[in-house]
């Protein structure tokens, strides 16, 4: 299965500021997801985000809050804009899977916001 | 609305014995299912899947059910170890030939010594 790296792996941000998520994947997706998982709660999908097109939102999120990049196959970026302590939470990149390993998960970025 | 539920939010088991983790679906389209485990700081973790035109899949020590006519899912883990954890959970794939995973609430296992 594919290996992604997620960095941050955590932050602590001023309210009003912006934080930027990176993802790198050690081999060529077509599609990457970017999920929010609130304290305590499961996995909410934020957006699917292809190369060479706009990020596909789901209900709930915009591109204005949550703006992706998707400059290339293997990387990935979510912002997280005008930041809100309700914000904090951790923020996880999952590519499709290979084969039998289901969608693969970096290890998310745990986001604290003061 | 359409959701993916779990029965249990926790479950505590004696070390050695085997747990029995379910899961509710609501989403008769779905086609493909997936049990997670994450354990804490970290990402979900791949456990073990099963599509629509399956009713049991094994692993390595996990067995994955899946009861179309209820919309039921489980995840049966043989002699739990205190390595085991965590909390899973069950995702499902509503969109055939697309890639959307909807996720449970979770159920955090305990394994007891």
């Known amino acids: 299965s594919a290996v992604i790296s997620q960095k941050p792996s955590r932050d602590i941000c001023q309210r009003g500021t912006s934080l930027t998520i990176q993802c790198q994947v050690d081999?060529?997706?077509?599609?990457m997801f970017w999920y929010r998982q609130q304290p305590g709660q499961s996995l909410t999908l934020i957006a699917t985000?292809?190369?060479?097109?706009?990020?596909?939102?789901e209900s709930g999120f915009v591109i204005d809050k949550f703006p992706i990049s998707r400059p290339n196959l293997t990387f990935s970026t979510l912002t997280v804009s005008n930041m809100s302590p309700e914000d904090s939470s951790i923020y996880l990149c999952?590519?499709?899977?290979?084969?039998?390993?289901?969608?693969?998960f970096g290890s998310g970025t745990r986001l604290t916001v003061v | 609305g359409e959701s993916v539920g779990l029965h249990l939010p926790t479950l505590s088991v004696q070390e050695g014995d085997n747990s029995i983790i379910n899961c509710a679906y609501s989403?008769?389209?779905?086609?493909?299912f997936i049990w997670y485990k994450q354990e804490s700081g970290k990402g979900p973790q791949f456990i073990i899947d099963?599509?629509?035109?399956?009713d049991k899949r094994q692993g390595q020590r996990v067995t994955v059910l899946l009861n179309k006519t209820v919309k039921h899912l489980s995840l049966q883990i043989a002699a739990t170890q205190p390595g085991d954890s965590a909390v899973y959970f069950c995702a499902e794939n509503r969109k055939t030939g697309a890639n959307n995973l909807f996720f449970g609430t979770g159920t955090r296992l305990t394994v007891i010594p």
């Open positions: 099963i599509r629509s035109n399956m």
């Open positions: 999952s590519v499709e899977g290979q084969g039998d390993y289901g969608y693969t």
């Open positions: 081999s060529q997706v077509t599609m």
């Open positions: 985000a292809n190369q060479g097109s706009e990020a596909t939102y």
């Open positions: 989403n008769s389209a779905s086609d493909y």
